[in-house]
């Protein structure tokens, strides 16, 4: 199954999720792959890539130059890959748009490769070609949002281009889920809004919620992903917990067979 991990907005979690998400999927015996479509490189980074060993990367998959399977990189974690990015990704957004099927560059490539359980694509904060082509690719979006102020206004935006995406190149797409991020149980702005979101977009937003936590701010600088750096801290707790209610969610339990 291949989950974009997406929001236009910056900074609300998407890389944080991404990392933490797809270690836990993997420490649950899950094959994963993460593919990282923003030129930032942040989640390479979070899994301690170093930068000079980018040199195949998202960038060069999209634009044919090399096999995707040429981009994998092993991580510290058994079971989990990454394609890694450099910045030469932003130039893609507008490289694509002269070549043939520029919004299924990286759902041919991915099809390409070996079978994982779960391929997690990290998309950078807009809605350009390169989160297009993660959303084309993917069966299902994980929408990590941040409870402040203009939260749902982004959030009907995110979910517009979706709705367009599945119309007009990828009907298979399902929104499969938001997940509250950098919770503060004491701010009532956070309530508010939770409650707001909650209230529009029912049983899609996930009961787990990511609590604001330093380790997982700090785990990236270690090139670890906060599952290996601090296993006990709340941060890494829920995201065990969202990848728990995120695989009942995706491969609901068989019917209990009653003898
Ligand atoms: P961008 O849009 O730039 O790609 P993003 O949506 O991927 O950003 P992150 O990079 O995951 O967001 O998070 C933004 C910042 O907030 C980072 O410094 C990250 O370490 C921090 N952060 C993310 N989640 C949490 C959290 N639950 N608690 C504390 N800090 C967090
Ligand atoms: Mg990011």
Redesign the pocket.
């Known amino acids: 199954m291949i989950i974009a991990v997406a ?1 236009q ?11 933490n998400l797809a270690t836990a999927l993997a420490a649950a015996g899950r094959t994963v792959l993460v593919v990282d479509s ?1 030129p ?1 490189g ?1 989640a390479s980074t979070g899994f301690g890539v170093d930068r000079r060993s980018r040199n195949a990367s998202t960038y060069e998959v999209l634009l044919g130059q090399i096999a995707a399977e040429q981009a994998l990189r092993p991580t510290a974690i058994p079971g989990l890959e990454v394609m890694p990015s450099t910045p030469a990704l932003s130039g893609a957004e507008i490289e694509l748009v002269d070549l043939d099927r520029r919004s299924h560059r990286l759902g041919d490539a991915l099809a390409t490769l070996p079978p994982h359980d779960i391929i997690l694509i ?4 807009s809605l350009g070609l390169l989160t297009v082509n993660a959303l084309a690719a993917a069966d299902a979006v994980l929408v ?1 949002l941040q409870c402040e102020f203009f939260a749902l206004e982004g959030l009907s935006q995110l979910l517009g281009t979706i709705e367009r995406v599945r119309s007009g190149l990828n009907t298979r797409l399902q929104l499969l889920g938001i997940v509250l ?3 503060d149980r004491r701010n009532r702005l956070t309530e508010h809004v939770s409650d707001d979101v909650r209230a529009v977009m029912g049983d899609k937003v996930f009961t787990t919620t ?5 380790r ?5 600088s270690h090139g670890l992903p906060a599952l290996l750096y601090d296993s006990r801290c709340a ?1 890494s707790e ?1 995201y065990v917990a969202l990848a728990r209610e995120l695989l009942a969610r995706i491969q609901p339990a068989p019917a209990e067979v009653i003898a």
């Open positions: 929001n907005k910056g900074g609300v979690g998407k890389t944080t999720t991404t990392i923003d930032q942040n990290d998309c950078p904060p990590p991020t950098m919770v990511i609590p604001r936590n330093v997982l701010s700090e785990a990236p941060g829920a």
